[in-house]
C-alpha cells in the first residue's frame, strides 16, 4: 500500500463547476498536511496547508480527517487556469522527517 | 529570492556515464529531499537528508548516491546512467512541520 493515496482522475469539469479531491494516508504518525498544484511537470508549487478545524483561501477549500487518514480539497466556481495536477502532501516528523507526495490528480477544466 | 537552485537544469548522458546534481538552497533549511518524477506519475522520493553529514534512503534509492557535506547543498549522483533514469529530478528543502520549496527541476536523458 502506497504511503499517500488519490485517485489519479482525470476529471473534467465545466467552468464554475465545484470539484473535490480526495487523499488517504497510512503513516498515522504524520503530522502536517498540504495541497500542491503543478504545472506541466514544472515544480510543484504550494497551494495550502490543511488543517483540522479546515481552512479555506479563496475559492479553495482543505480539510483534514486525522480519525479517518483523510484529505481532502474543494474548488467552488472552477476557473480555466485551475487545471492542473494536486499533490497531496505529507510531512512525517517522527522517525525520518519525510515529504511524501501522492500521485496526484489531474483536473481539466473546459470553457 | 534565490530559494531552492538546482544544477544544471537539462543534461542528456550516455549509458553508462557518471554525473552529479546539484541542489542548493539559502533558507538554512535542515531537511532536504531529491525526488523523481516519470510520466503520468507523482514525485517518488530517491534520498533525503534531515541535517548536514545525513543522509537515509527513500522509495526508490536504487543506482543514486547523495551526499550533505555542507548543510546548505544536497548532491545526487548517478555512478553509471542506465535509460531507466531518464526522469525529471526536483530537489526540495524544508523546516519541521512546514512546507517543502522546490527547485526548478533537472530534465535528465539517457540514451
Known sequence: ?111 | NAGVTQTPKFRVLKTGQSMTLLCAQDMNHEYMYWYRQDPGMGLRLIHYSVGEGTTAKGEVPDGYNVSRLKKQNFLLGLESAAPSQTSVYFCASREVSVEAFFGQGTRLTVV
Open chain 1, 1 to 111: 500500500r502506497k504511503e499517500v493515496e488519490q485517485d489519479p482522475g482525470p476529471f473534467n469539469v465545466p467552468e464554475g463547476a465545484t470539484v473535490a479531491f480526495n487523499c488517504t494516508y497510512s503513516n498515522s504518525a504524520s503530522q502536517s498536511f498540504f495541497w500542491y498544484r503543478q504545472d506541466c511537470r514544472k515544480e510543484p508549487k504550494l497551494l495550502m496547508s490543511v488543517y483540522s478545524s479546515g481552512n479555506e483561501d479563496g475559492r479553495f477549500t482543505a480539510q483534514l480527517n486525522r480519525a479517518s487518514q483523510y484529505i481532502s480539497l474543494l474548488i467552488r466556481d472552477s476557473k480555466l487556469s485551475d487545471s492542473a495536477t494536486y499533490l497531496c502532501v505529507v510531512n512525517s516528523d517522527t522517525g525520518g522527517f519525510k515529504t511524501i507526495f501522492g500521485a496526484g490528480t489531474r483536473l481539466f477544466v473546459k470553457a
